[in-house]
């Protein structure tokens, strides 16, 4: 049977799907965003789950201050930080984006981490996050920013995947995830795992080993920490492609923002999306410095575990942004000597009329 939908790619992926020579689609990705109108069918389970890990979760912030033992909320923060790193390091950079390789020792590890942070296995992380690249802010972006600010943190969750998505899901391909033997086992096996390392293992830990309260334990560094995990990650999908600077590439709506850096340790969704192999965070050292996966993947590559890190040229970076930004970047703006009247009109684009006006 043919496919019902025919989603057109509005990003790219792998630096293979580029087609201009500052690393970018040619053609104009503005008019390909877009949200039908649809009915949603709800999951009922994922929404009172949900509705359950809030409720609970201000019951454990007020824990962490009445009641709590030091060594519980510090163990919180560990787990928390661990399971980022399997998230952030592990099924967004290595294995969503390939942006660097790993050995065999660390990709366990990422995948153990991974797997405490339960946001599904990597083999379907990977693929609905190569998906939301690929088909950005259109109707098969699992989590289309164009359906709002709710529907792109969370609500997506909360409904099944249209037809839409589930096609874009198909056309991506995953050789690489079916040949990593890492990913496959967790596939497989990821309803015994997950369970363990993400609410057993962290629940048990500080009663056994300093004498914490069950209440304690189940509700600081399981359920609080966990549904702040989640939350982490959900903004970078819904506040960072709604609010913020687009100094690389205007077309898309994946911004740069410190506010969300600040909250997300994780906020040049711009620059992510413009460039996604790029392994860093960002073309700032000091803020990838200050990025838990940056440092991460930086020390795994000291000590060889690392390696073939990829990232962009800062002249690659500045044609781009010449090119496509919006002119809010600080060497590169518009406002900068170098960007003449001349190449303003050369590399300036504008796209909607609206645009235009605001220029
Ligand atoms: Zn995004
Ligand atoms: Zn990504």
Redesign the pocket.
């Known amino acids: 049977m043919p496919p019902l939908v025919d989603p057109i790619p509005s990003g790219v992926l792998f630096e293979t799907d580029t087609q201009t020579p500052d690393l970018g689609l040619a053609k104009d990705v503005t008019v390909l965003k877009k949200a039908t109108p649809k009915k949603h069918e709800y999951v009922w389970f994922n929404i009172f789950w949900f509705l359950y890990l809030h409720l609970a979760s201000l019951y454990g912030i007020y824990l962490v201050f009445t009641s709590a033992k030091w060594q519980t909320n510090v163990f919180a923060f560990a787990v928390h930080l661990m399971c980022a790193i399997g998230i952030g390091a592990g099924s967004?950079?290595l294995w969503?984006?390939r942006s660097f390789k790993a050995r065999t020792p660390l990709r366990i590890l990422l995948m153990i981490w991974q797997t405490m942070g339960f946001q599904d296995c990597i083999f379907e992380w990977a693929r609905d996050?190569r998906t939301?690249?690929k088909y950005a802010d259109t109707d098969a972006d699992p989590h289309n920013a164009e359906r709002g600010l709710f529907f792109s943190h969370m609500g997506w969750l909360c409904c099944k995947k249209s037809p839409e998505v589930i096609e874009g899901g198909r056309r991506i391909d995953l050789s690489d995830l079916y040949a990593d033997p890492v990913v496959m086992f967790q596939k497989k096996h990821y309803m015994k795992m997950m369970p363990l390392l993400c609410f057993v293992l962290p629940t048990i830990i500080p009663v056994y080993f300093w004498d914490e309260t069950w209440t304690n334990a189940f509700f600081i560094p399981t359920i609080l920490r966990y549904t702040i995990g989640i939350n982490v990650v959900w903004s970078i999908n819904s506040f960072a492609h709604t609010f913020g600077y687009r100094p690389y590439d205007k077309s898309l709506n994946p911004r740069d923002n410190i506010g969300t850096w600040m909250i997300c340790v994780e906020g040049f969704h711009n620059y992510?999306?413009t460039f996604?192999w790029d392994y860093r965070a960002t073309e700032y050292p000091l803020y990838n410095m200050l990025t838990p996966t940056i440092m991460f993947i930086d020390a795994m590559a000291m000590i060889g575990q690392a390696y073939d890190l990829k990232s962009v040229s800062p002249d690659i970076i500045k044609q781009r942004s010449q090119r496509t930004g919006d002119g809010t970047h600080y060497l590169w703006g518009w406002d900068d000597p170098e960007f003449t009247e001349k190449l303003k009109e050369k590399y300036g684009r504008i796209d909607s009329p609206e645009e235009k006006k605001t220029l």
Request: hydrophobic share 0%; aromatic share 0%.
């Open positions: 967004h950079r969503t984006h996050h939301h690249h992510h999306h996604p």
